[in-house]
């Protein structure tokens, strides 16, 4: 048996020893680790028990860094090196004092062992301090007093912080039990120790040439001698990532789910002069964004619409998993709105790898997929779409959109990941008010339905949910659909006012609005889809049908005073469209309204007809005595009938009788409208009932301006008691004598020879007064005062209805003739019935005998 003891000490200004190590032993009784014999066995317990030098057998070598007078020194449990090297091993210190025992039981001419040894500095020795170690002093980290290799790294940035085992690059000392402390600024934070050289083993083999090369591994039960343990934290405490050994070119990085990671490397008490350890930097991976929203276990979020708006951003972010993950996770993310909101998400950037660092391989597809859930919960009913990192394609900027106010999304891995997930994605969502002032239409993404059953009046906008203008395809503009319905047994006019309109201007087409309906403008557009009459089977009209009848009102202006339309029917359209080639750029996420407007239904059955065929006279009777009866009174009332006229009449209004609820213009009005004006003609209430004794006739140039179809329109609003008010209202259609231009009675033509009822077609009779009026023989004595009354006249003073003209027509002369023919035809039925009489007595008689 023989032991040496060299001791090597750097009395220069150096702080490195490097020693080249080649060890061989030739001999029948050489010790091997690894033999299954009975002695190897025991003698390698002993080893591994660390027993004293002179029971471990064989030969080996201990090497003690550093002393008692060091900073750093494993002097208390060197471990010992044993077996073969035929190849030089390299050995650097960590201090400037090296001792070196070697220990041989039979020391023979056939046992030798030699190495080189030299001092260098920290400069010259890159491959562990890396390029200006000058500037990072605490490069390797921190060493806690009292320890050999036990080091704190704060505020890791890459290039910044060198993990490394001791004495690498060369061969790490036996007997290790090394802590790491890691720590970076900002999570996640990782381990880049891809592709960098990883040799940690410690198998029980000599030499190299027969120790087998054994893969990265891990796993605990895989790895018995020499490993690292990985912990996601900052303690033993903290769960385990991985445990791994090996040698080779580590697979991949490993990224922790906070700023700290805490890494253990262990190396058994006896083992060959083979393994040179590991280097990785740290850093942080660059995944991390603060989320909208809670938590609840390490990756269910609950992304709500209150937390985005607590963010003051006006979109959610989240991000696929960037750390670590066991086998089997699941990680969840419900968006959660208000009701009436929906979801939408969207993918900036999107891309499906296969797994680079499955912690458990699987075989088949998707090992990692993310599932998308029209729902609050993963229904596999309500799957919008799966993406398997098999077979799946990445979807980037396209709208995933939900029905309901909640939207679910669920990543799955089987396999666990050390580097994070293999589909990366980067994931955007926001809420949309989707709110219907009407009845939603199914299909439809803002067409709404305004009935007058669930309510008869309000008001609209154009779509709260702005997400419309930018799901139109490039082809076809955005069109919502208002359609405005009632029955007559409720109402027959549908009043629809707009109160504002505030569209862009184009930055496409700045022209002006020239022609509405044709130019690529935004408008609206009005029309109604029944003709009057039409009962509701009759197929409606489409809009390109009412265009070219003209029966259509279009704005495509910005407009700030209110435009009125009033149907002649119980059904209206409205229609927003949004030229498609700017509606996302001017108009989504824009949240004042494009245009706004209210609606009303009015004219119930207490009104009667609401539309008045051209007559020579007709009446209005409020309230409508068919009604009466058979509807309950409302708490108010709008009435609007609109008299049309035959061409070239005039007009002369005439209330029959009227009664109001009081003399408060506010509990009841009768206002009368000609067309081409806003304002009313006449307005008569309690106050001013008088006016209706003495009614201005209405001429036929005020009833048709503009040479449309001729008419009146009159309007009640009852607002207190609507029942308690009653008025008839009668009219007459008058024939205008000859004007001159001036407006003046054409003399010329009336004494120009012949009566007035010859000059002038369907006069029948000739009002008294100069006004010139005349009306239809038919209307002389009917009951009615059809002419107006007129004061300041020649002749004689009496009108239609007057007792000089209707006694005269009442009284005809008698003809005889027919009188005559009627008593005789009395008489002569007289004796048929006597005839009959006596016969049937006779017959009686006769049969008594």
């Keep these: 048996?023989?032991?040496?003891?060299?001791?090597?000490?750097?009395?220069?200004?150096?702080?490195?020893?490097?020693?080249?190590?080649?060890?061989?032993?030739?001999?029948?009784?050489?010790?091997?680790?690894?033999?299954?014999?009975?002695?190897?066995?025991?003698?390698?317990?002993?080893?591994?028990?660390g027993g004293t030098h002179s029971d471990r057998g064989g030969w080996h070598f201990l090497i003690v860094d550093g002393n008692a007078k060091t900073d750093v020194s494993n002097r208390k449990e060197p471990g010992i090196f044993c077996g073969e090297s035929e190849q030089p091993q390299t050995f650097m210190s960590e201090t400037s004092f090296v001792k070196v025992v070697f220990h041989s039981?039979?020391?023979?001419?056939?046992?030798?062992?030699?190495?080189?040894?030299?001092?260098?500095?920290?400069?010259?020795?890159?491959?562990?301090?890396?390029?200006?170690?000058?500037?990072?002093?605490?490069?390797?980290?921190?060493?806690?007093?009292?320890?050999?290799?036990?080091?704190?790294?704060?505020?890791?940035?890459?290039?910044?912080?060198?993990?490394?085992?001791?004495?690498y690059p060369g061969v790490y000392p036996r007997n290790l039990h090394c802590r790491y402390y890691l720590n970076t600024r900002l999570p996640f934070i990782k381990l880049y120790i891809e592709n960098e050289e990883f040799n940690i083993?410690?198998?029980?083999?000599?030499?190299?040439?027969?120790?087998?090369?054994?893969?990265?591994?891990?796993?605990?039960?895989n790895c018995p001698y020499d490993y690292i343990k990985i912990y996601d934290g900052k303690n033993e405490l903290s769960p385990v990532i991985g445990t791994f050994c090996?040698?080779?070119?580590?697979?991949?990085?490993?990224?922790?789910?906070?700023?700290?990671?805490?890494?253990?490397?262990?190396?058994?008490?006896?083992?060959?002069?083979?393994?040179?350890?590991?280097?990785?930097?740290?850093?942080?991976?660059?995944?991390?964004v603060d989320t909208a929203g809670s938590r609840n276990g390490t990756c269910d979020w609950l992304l709500s619409s209150e937390s985005l708006r607590a963010s003051g951003?006006?979109?959610?972010?989240?991000?696929?998993?960037?750390?670590?993950?066991?086998?089997?996770?699941?990680?969840?993310?419900?968006?959660?709105?208000?009701?009436?909101?929906?979801?939408?998400?969207?993918?900036?950037?999107?891309?499906?790898?296969?797994i680079e660092s499955p912690i458990q391989p699987i075989e088949?597809?998707?090992?990692?997929?993310?599932?998308?859930?029209?729902?609050?919960?993963?229904?596999?009913?309500k799957i919008i779409k799966t993406f398997c990192d098999t077979f799946s394609k990445a979807m980037e900027k396209h709208d995933f959109v939900s029905t309901g106010n909640a939207l679910f999304v669920r990543f799955e891995s089987k396999t666990g990941s050390y580097s994070g997930s293999s589909l990366y994605y980067w994931a955007h969502y926001d809420f949309f008010n989707n709110t219907k002032l009407g009845e939603p239409v199914p299909g439809k993404s803002c067409d709404e339905v305004f009935a007058s059953w669930r309510q008869t009046r309000g008001w609209l906008r154009s779509p709260l949910n702005t997400l419309v203008y930018k799901q139109a395809q490039s082809s076809e503009d955005v069109q919502c659909l208002y359609r405005f319905v009632t029955d007559k047994r409720l109402f027959a006019r549908v009043i629809l006012t707009i109160t504002g309109i505030h569209f862009k201007e184009n930055p496409y087409n700045q022209g002006p609005c020239s022609n509405c309906l044709e130019d690529r403008v935004d408008k609206l557009v009005m029309w109604e889809p029944l003709p009057p009459g039409a009962n509701t089977s009759y197929p409606p009209i489409p809009l390109t049908k009412a265009a070219q009848s003209g029966d259509v009102t279009c704005l495509c202006n910005k407009h700030t005073s209110s435009t009125q339309i009033i149907s002649r029917g119980?059904?209206?359209?409205?229609?927003?469209?949004?030229?498609?080639?700017?509606?996302?750029?001017?108009?989504?996420?824009?949240?004042?309204?494009?245009?706004?407007?209210?609606?009303?239904?009015?004219?119930?059955?207490l009104c009667g007809p609401p539309i008045i065929q051209p007559v020579l006279n007709g009446e209005i009777h409020y309230p409508y005595y068919e009604a009466i009866g058979y509807v309950e009174p409302p708490k108010s009332i709008r009435c609007i009938w609109e008299i049309k006229v035959n061409r070239e009449r005039d007009l002369w209004l005439h209330f029959d009788r009227i009664k109001f609820s009081s003399k408060a213009c506010d509990d009841g009005i009768v206002d009368i409208f000609l067309k081409g004006r806003l304002d009313p003609y006449l307005s008569i209430c309690g106050e001013n009932v008088s006016l209706v004794k003495e009614l201005p006739v209405l001429s036929a140039a005020e009833l048709s301006p503009d040479g449309a179809?001729?008419?009146?329109?009159?309007?009640?609003?009852?607002?207190?008691?609507?029942?308690?008010?009653?008025?008839?209202?009668?009219?007459?259609?008058?024939?205008?004598?000859?004007?001159?231009?001036?407006?003046?009675?054409?003399?010329?033509r009336l004494t120009g020879g012949g009566s007035v009822e010859e000059n002038v077609e369907g006069c029948g009779f000739v009002c008294p007064g100069e006004a010139g009026l005349c009306i239809a023989a038919g209307l002389v004595c009917n009951g009615v005062i059809n002419c107006p009354n007129v004061t300041d006249h020649p002749g004689p003073a009496f009108s239609d209805e007057s007792a000089e003209l209707c006694v005269s027509e009442h009284n005809p002369e008698i003809n005889w003739v027919y009188v005559g023919a009627a008593v005789v035809s009395v008489l002569l039925l007289l004796c048929c019935f006597c005839v009959c009489l006596c016969r049937r007595c006779c017959r009686y008689c006769c049969s008594d005998d």
């Design 570 to 605: 119980e059904q209206l359209n409205l229609q927003l469209i949004v030229d498609s080639a700017h509606s996302a750029l001017s108009y989504f996420k824009h949240n004042a309204p494009l245009f706004e407007a209210t609606y009303e239904f009015v004219h119930g059955p």
């Design 709 to 748: 179809e001729p008419g009146v329109t009159i309007q009640f609003i009852g607002r207190t008691s609507p029942t308690r008010a009653a008025f008839t209202i009668a009219w007459t259609e008058l024939f205008h004598l000859p004007r001159n231009q001036d407006g003046s009675l054409m003399s010329s």
């Design 105 to 167: 039981d039979n020391f023979t001419d056939q046992t030798y062992f030699s190495f080189d040894t030299r001092a260098e500095q920290q400069l010259v020795v890159y491959l562990r301090y890396g390029q200006h170690p000058e500037l990072y002093p605490n490069r390797r980290g921190e060493v806690v007093q009292g320890s050999y290799c036990e080091r704190i790294f704060r505020d890791c940035r890459l290039q910044t912080c060198y993990v490394q085992s001791p004495a």
């Design 364 to 381: 088949g597809d998707c090992g990692e997929s993310l599932t998308l859930y029209d729902a609050s919960w993963p229904d596999d009913s």
């Design 246 to 288: 090996g040698m080779g070119k580590f697979p991949y990085s490993i990224i922790g789910t906070s700023q700290d990671l805490f890494v253990e490397f262990v190396s058994s008490p006896a083992g060959p002069l083979l393994n040179t350890g590991f280097h990785f930097n740290v850093g942080n991976w660059p995944g991390h």
């Design 1 to 49: 048996m023989g032991v040496n003891i060299m001791t090597f000490k750097n009395y220069m200004s150096y702080n490195l020893f490097v020693a080249q190590f080649k060890l061989v032993r030739w001999s029948n009784d050489k010790f091997e680790l690894g033999q299954t014999s009975k002695k190897s066995k025991l003698r390698e317990n002993k080893q591994m028990q």
């Design 313 to 354: 951003d006006s979109e959610g972010i989240f991000l696929s998993v960037a750390h670590w993950y066991p086998p089997h996770t699941s990680c969840t993310y419900l968006m959660q709105g208000e009701d009436g909101e929906i979801v939408r998400l969207y993918f900036p950037s999107f891309r499906i790898n296969r």
């Design 201 to 221: 083993d410690g198998q029980r083999c000599e030499n190299i040439m027969t120790c087998p090369m054994r893969p990265i591994s891990s796993g605990q039960e």
